[in-house]
């Protein structure tokens, strides 16, 4: 039983957590990162093509503004918006390029190439070729190697927050506020639990990717933090908007590998089955580059339509890049000739995808959850930012500005220490079912999760998918808990008790509401 005191302890390790730890250390605080990975460059900003946000030419903050105000469908928080809008686009200078090292992609000028996604009224997102996400977070792990006093431990998947009510011995606690004192975490190699102790936590776990049959999000999107923060009783908000990315490469068994908006931001286009050009009908404005739950449902009934289970991203013969399409994206041209499909040549097969959360654990404008002592970042939480419809690169830069905000508040949270001597340690379950380790238990609840969520919390929601939906969540749900308690602790049980928390939370928040809304789309 390992106990551990730590001034600021970070769970998870991507874009918000990193730089919450950075900033965090930098006030001379001591801070552990956990992550469950064995490789902490494995989280959702490793895998992010498109870029960051930034001004471009003929921009101002207040246009960037109107643009995330209006993709979030009228829900956004506008101090939020006010704050990234603010505060990222000198961050991205100041802190990623010219702290950490970032290098993004440049014209033979030496200048910027700045980039088009959709919904954005100007050409703004910077980005690392396609693979943005991969090179800032190489770069944030490299600065934080080199900060004393942080310290990476890998391999430890969080099960719990430790609070004032549910883990100390002290029974009078129960008459003040409850209060997160750190996170009781599972030693994925050795099997034992240890009790990490903090004056300040912050929760950067990710999003909910995996509880969807289809995602372009990796493993580890299992919703942990969501699920731990609700049951510790921080409140979870705007649990109903999932946000699906138009254009995953379609292969049969879904390939997880996103096709980037950048790549209809510098001309692609859609093509249905016939090879006719489409979007012009849904949203003449926009076209391609609509918001991406207008792409996304206008491809869905495409499909439908012509009885598809795909639709086509031509950027072959429309590119307008400056560069040549290989050294564009040459993790997307490497990833197709892989299928066998060569993008200077011929169009992509694509399908929509779960890719990103819109909400999560409600936070402030400095990351403060509404249980003191903890703070979320990054997808793991809702500063109300992206509304009910993420704008695209807009997360990496939520990222970046609630990750810096909370790692400079959670650095001055006062000392805990009267609390920890009372802390519990874990108890592990006497009488265990060892009949239970069957993996095969595990797959298929899993199965069943995901083709729930992607069947009835998908795309299009109807009422009658939703009232399913919750009925066959809850059963999970309730066979799941019992065999969580009845057996040893393990990564993969402690995913899949998360993961069907979360997926509870999505379809009640999802039936509760009943206006379609940006990303939550209900069929009348
Ligand atoms: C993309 O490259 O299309 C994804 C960018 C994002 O989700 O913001």
């Known amino acids: 039983m390992i106990r551990e005191k730590t001034e600021v302890l970070v769970i998870g390790g991507g874009i918000s957590g990193c730089t919450a ?35 471009g030419e003929n921009d101002s903050k207040e246009i960037l503004y109107e643009d ?8 956004s928080n506008p101090l939020a918006i006010k704050i990234i809008t603010e505060e990222g686009p000198r961050l991205v200078f100041d802190f990623l390029i010219h702290e950490i090292g970032v290098s ?33 977070q190489k770069k944030l792990l490299e600065k934080i190697k080199t900060i004393k006093n942080i310290t990476i431990l890998e391999e430890f998947t969080a099960i719990d927050f430790i609070t004032s009510h549910h883990s100390s011995e002290n029974p009078l606690l129960k008459y003040r506020n409850n209060l997160c004192l750190g996170a009781y975490a599972l030693n994925n190699s050795t099997g034992e639990v240890n009790t990490f102790l903090a004056d300040a936590t912050v929760v950067a776990t990710g999003g909910i990717g995996k509880l969807y049959q289809f995602t372009t999000n990796p493993e580890c999107a299992t919703g942990d933090g ?19 990315h138009p254009t995953m490469l379609y292969t049969e068994e879904g390939s997880g590998f996103l096709i980037s908006e950048a790549v209809r931001g510098e001309g692609g286009r859609l093509l249905n089955k016939s090879g006719e050009e489409f979007m012009m009908k849904y949203s003449p404005e926009w076209k391609d580059l609509a918001p991406r739950d207008k792409v996304t449902r206008a491809i869905y009934n495409e499909m439908a339509k012509s009885e598809s289970s795909h639709v086509y991203l031509d950027v072959a013969h429309y590119y307008t890049g400056e560069m040549n399409i290989h050294s564009r994206f040459p993790g997307i041209f490497e990833e197709c000739i892989k299928h066998k499909i060569n993008i200077e040549k011929e169009p992509i097969p694509v399908v ?3 890719h990103y959360f819109c909400g999560g654990i409600l936070i402030d404008e400095w990351g403060k959850t509404t249980l003191p ?17 993420r704008l695209a690169s807009v997360s990496l830069l939520e990222g970046l500005v609630f990750g810096v905000r909370a790692g400079i508040a959670s650095s001055k949270t006062g000392k805990q220490d ?46 009658t998918r939703l009232t399913r939906a919750e009925s066959d969540l809850r059963n999970l749900h309730s066979r799941i808990t019992d065999y969580y308690r009845n057996t040893n602790l393990t990564k993969a049980k402690i995913e899949l008790r998360n993961g069907i928390l979360a997926a509870n939370l999505i379809a009640q928040a999802a039936r509760r509401n009943r206006r379609s809304t ?7």
């Open 352 to 354: 929509p995808a779960e």
């Open 226 to 244: 969501i699920s731990m923060a609700y049951r510790a009783g921080a409140d979870v908000t705007n649990m109903e908007y999932v946000q699906f």
């Open 21 to 55: 730890a950075i900033k965090a250390g930098d006030s001379g605080k001591s801070v552990l990162m956990i992550t469950k990975t064995s490789d902490p460059m494995e989280s959702n900003t490793r895998y992010a093509q498109g870029g960051i946000v930034a001004l």
């Open 373 to 389: 002592g903890l703070f979320a970042v990054g997808e793991a939480s809702c500063s109300g930012v992206h509304g009910a419809n």
């Open 68 to 75: 995330i105000m209006r993709a979030g469908a009228g829900i």
């Open 418 to 463: 009267e609390y920890f001597p009372d802390i519990a340690d874990w108890i592990y379950p006497k009488n265990i079912n060892t009949t239970n380790n069957d993996p095969l238990l595990i797959i298929q609840d899993w199965n069943n999760l995901k083709t729930t969520m992607w069947n009835y919390v998908g795309i299009i929601r109807t009422e």
């Open 104 to 136: 993004f992609s440049k014209n033979e000028d030496g200048s910027y190439n700045y980039t088009k996604e959709a919904a954005h009224s100007k050409k703004r997102v910077l980005h690392h070729y396609d693979m943005t996400g991969f090179e800032i």
């Open 518 to 524: 940006g990303c939550h789309y209900i069929e009348e």
